[in-house]
């Protein structure tokens, strides 16, 4: 599908070893289209507490290391919980960490929201208004609601129900074609 090679970062904003967020990402992950390489960052619970004072070098290793994947990236899509009314603090502390480090700029996001109709708005938009700040360019098309049942998610660790594949999909050739369309062509 792809005419170019891509790689997409792929961002839970959970913890939760039973995440429905995470699980919808290795199903992305799962269902790459040929030549994209989706790529989960698995560093969340290994960030610092962002401090100012820490954002210059040599940096903490765990940010070095979401820096540097985020840099190599083409694009990056984010998935991720509401708690009490907004991000999780453990994923606002890893945007917090990309605001210095300037490798999101321009960068294309995009994000699922796996909750139920009526929740996980709040999160989204704080999410939205984050990547704003940091320059990062919503691709809104591919910003989707994708409600995922806990019950829907398989043993391997993967979503098992077809029409959220076939929108994660959807959102993966909508961010690719995204990516491709912004590569000059020779």
């Not at 610092?48 to 899509?77: C, G, H, N, Y």
């Not at 502390?93 to 109709?117: C, H, Q, R, S």
């Not at 940091?134 to 809104?140: K, N, Q, S």
């Not at 999909?169 to 990516?179: A, E, K, M, N």
Request: hydrophobic share 45%; with cysteine; charged share 20%.
């Amino acid at each position: 599908m792809a005419d170019t090679a891509a790689t997409v970062l792929l961002v839970s904003g959970s913890t939760r070893s039973a995440s429905t967020n995470t699980a919808t990402l290795r199903t992305a992950q799962a269902l790459a289209p040929d030549g994209v390489t989706m790529v989960r960052y698995a560093g969340l619970a290994d960030l610092p507490a962002f401090s100012p004072d820490d954002d210059r070098e040599p940096l903490p290793p765990a940010v070095a290391e979401l820096r540097k994947q985020i840099a190599t990236a083409d694009a990056v899509l984010f998935c991720t919980p509401e708690y009490a009314g907004s991000l999780p603090g453990s994923f606002k502390n890893l945007l917090d960490w990309t605001v210095g480090g300037g490798e999101i700029y321009g960068k294309p996001v995009a994000w699922i929201n796996v909750a139920p109709e009526g929740r996980g708005d709040k999160a989204h938009d704080t999410l939205a208004t984050v990547l704003g700040y940091v320059g990062a360019v919503v691709v809104e098309l591919a910003c989707r609601r994708l409600f995922v049942d806990r019950a829907a998610v398989g043993p391997d660790g993967m979503v098992s129900d077809e029409n959220v594949r076939a929108g994660v999909g959807d959102v993966l050739r909508t961010v690719v074609d995204h990516i491709q369309q912004a590569v000059p062509r020779p």
